[in-house]
């Protein structure tokens, strides 16, 4: 089983930008997707960005379409989330995930189809 770090979180006011990582540990380096779901208060997790290591696909809530890019590193490990313009309900905390290499689900933005998550990171917006 692998272990996901994630980190990147702090306080920005509105229009600011953050970057957030996620790093993989663990005998097992390669995972089928990785991606980035977040969580506000009373709500449910909400999927924001995934990416296909094996196909090289992105894939973007609406909500962040345009303002968030996810990407990766050459080695399939790691996952980055670029986060500009940002708005008050974009507050929440952020979650790493991933899903096991020999997993087929497609369905990459249900949360119950992640195998492996990060411990979450807060991410503050707010005048």
């Known amino acids: 089983q692998v272990q996901l770090v994630d980190a990147g979180g702090g306080a920005v006011q509105p229009g600011g930008s953050l970057r957030l990582s996620c790093a993989t540990s663990?005998?097992?380096?390669?995972?089928?997707?990785m991606g980035w779901f977040r969580q506000a208060p009373g709500k449910g997790r909400e999927f924001v960005a995934a990416?296909?290591?094996?196909?090289?696909?992105?894939y973007y809530a609406d909500s962040v379409k345009g303002r968030f890019t996810i990407s990766g590193d050459n080695d399939k490990t790691t996952v980055y989330l670029q986060m500009n313009s940002l708005k008050s309900e974009d507050t929440a905390a952020y979650y790493c995930?991933?899903?096991?290499?020999?997993?087929?689900?497609?369905?990459?933005?249900?949360?119950?189809?992640?195998?492996?998550w990060g411990q979450g990171t807060q991410v503050t917006v707010s005048s």
């Open positions: 990416i296909r290591w094996s196909a090289n696909q992105i």
């Open positions: 663990g005998r097992t380096f390669s995972l089928n997707y």
């Open positions: 995930a991933g899903i096991g290499r020999y997993s087929y689900v497609r369905a990459y933005w249900v949360p119950e189809n992640y195998d492996y």
